[in-house]
C-alpha cells in the first residue's frame, strides 16, 4: 500500500493536541496584525509577531498585504478590498482543512481548489441606504476536490474541515470587537 502524503504533518498535530489538554493555558494564543494608511483609502497591513505556547513567537518572515478600493470606487486600486481578505482567510482556513482532515483519514488527495464568492450589497456601506448591512449578504464555498475518495467521504472532509475552522467560526458566531483610540 501507497502511504499517504498530503503534506500535512497530521502526527505533529495530534501530539500537539494531547499537551494541550494538560496545559491549556499553553493553548491562548493572540494573533496581530499592523495597519499603516498610505493615501486615500490605501492601507499596507504587515504581520510577524504573535503570541503562543505562553511566549512572543515569529513567523519566519514578515508578510505585508496592501488593501485598496477598484478604480470603480475612485480609488487607485493598489491591492484586494478588506472585505475580500475576509474571503481570502476563509477559502485558506477551509482549504488547509480539508488536506488535513484527509491526511489523518488516509485519504490522497490530488487537488483541493475552493472558490469563495460573498455578495455584498455596498448600498450600507456608501451610506445610500441605513437599511442594508454593511458586509456581505451571504458567502457560498465551492470545492473541488480530487482524491482517492468518494463522493460521500470528499463530503466528510469538507463537513469537518468546516466544523474545526477557525475563520468560518468568527464569521459564522459572534465575535467581540474592541476598537479604540490609543
Known sequence: MTAID???NVQALLDAREVLRGAPEAAQFTW?????WQNGVHSTTSIQNFFGLGQEQTHKSEALFDADHPEVFAASDNGITPIEYLLVGLAACLTAGV???AQNRGIQVR????VVEGN???RGILGVDS???NGFNDIKVTFTIDADASKQDI???VAQSQ???AVFDALTNPTDVTVQVA
Open 163 to 165: 466544523k474545526r475552522s
Open 120 to 122: 455584498h450589497d455596498i
Open 131 to 133: 437599511d442594508v448591512r
Open 32 to 36: 496581530r496584525a499592523s495597519s499603516k
Open 111 to 114: 487537488s483541493i481548489e475552493s
Open 6 to 8: 498530503n503534506g500535512v
Open 99 to 101: 488536506a488535513s482532515v
Open 155 to 157: 463530503e466528510a472532509l
